[in-house]
């Protein structure tokens, strides 16, 4: 403020002793009249230059001013780099922020107050089936044409949330998308997205399970329930009260196995999988598990089958011993109670050229459709209900062994032909297989 004062000053004093310097009356007040104009004119440029600056505010070049101007100028500087950190600042956590939503599991879309897309993370755009690039702007009642979202909207009632089909990997297979829409701001609605389809397959599957177990039981009690009727209402003769309690047996005997199969697919999937474990035999657990599988042919087949082991391949397992000789028994069992009496069946261990160790059983049964294929590993799925169940089966033997090969971290394969028989496959990725040592 005082280098102005002066500088105004001494330009006034320059313009008076100009004037003086003429001669004449009064050019002294002239002279100072235009010192002082001569300094506002120049004041006034350095104050253009400052209001220039602070529109285009670009902190990397300043202009070179000083005294009160210069002052101001810095002042200003150091408030744009303050705000222009703060705005940094802001934007980063505004980014932060928009990726978390990105990589939501639920989708989230931001309409204005006409119903427009502002906004949309990539998960709610799947669900929905639009750009969320090019559609925004649009009017999200022409993008989702669900006659149940377009009743929600016109509605206005979003206390609740509704449900929908959503794009799926196939026109007859959709997926089923719940979604609810939440007011904010001034007429701002915030729309949340989730795929349901699984939650939704898992309800029906416990429906289904539930039904299934109780269809596997009450045949089994109805049966036992008419003999107890019978033997305590009729006078019977030895031997057929003999038959009656040997019928009920096997009646008992079919629960007791799907209570124990039940049991055991539950142990497996409510503990961790197993780890490395200790290093087994392969061809002991073959051997038990042929051993057992001739006893079974000896008593429900006539004549009995053929079953043959593979050539030894002199294999390691690591993993838990119970897992593997349960799944590797219940391949055998359901080659001897589907293949007829007098087939061929073959076990045995191999090692693939990609180091993966596999245990297959081969016989020569009446083959698999293509179709029942995919499905053979549900629970209680059978291609022949009836065949299922007059040789014993509960239906839950190849789910037991799907989940004993996963929790190994390997897979069962299937390959059948029609007429001609099937192997079926367990596969353990190498670090669960090694070669015997050569002494």
Sequence with gaps: MIRRSVELLLLVALGAVWGWTQDAADWSFVGALLGALGWSVFDGLRARRL???LNKADVARTPGLSGLWGELLDRNRKLIKKLEKKASNSDARLEDFLAAIQASPNGVVLLDSAGRIEWSNLTAANHLGFDPQRDLGQYVRNMVRAPAFMSYLAEGDFGHEIQI????PRPSQPTRISLQIHPYGKKRKLMITRDVTAVQLAEAMRRDFVANVSHEIRTPLTVLS???ETMQSLSLEESERITYLGLMSQQAHRMQTLVSDLLTLSRLEGSPAPGPGEWIDGDELLGHVLQ???????????????IVQSSVAGLWVS??????LSAMSNLLSN???????GGRIEAGWRLRADGWGEFFVNDTGPGIAAEHIPRLTERFYRVDRSRSRETGGTGLGLAIVKHVAQRHGGQIDVHSVVGQGSTFVIALPPVRVREHAVN
Excluded: Q
């Design 335 to 341: 080659a001897v109670r589907y293949t007829p009496g």
């Design 51 to 53: 209001l220039n600056w």
């Design 292 to 306: 057992e599988a001739r006893g079974l042919t000896a008593v429900i087949s006539d004549p009995p089958h053929e």
């Design 165 to 168: 089909d959503g794009p799926g």
């Design 319 to 324: 993993g838990a011993k119970t897992e593997l």
């Design 226 to 228: 008419g003999f107890v």
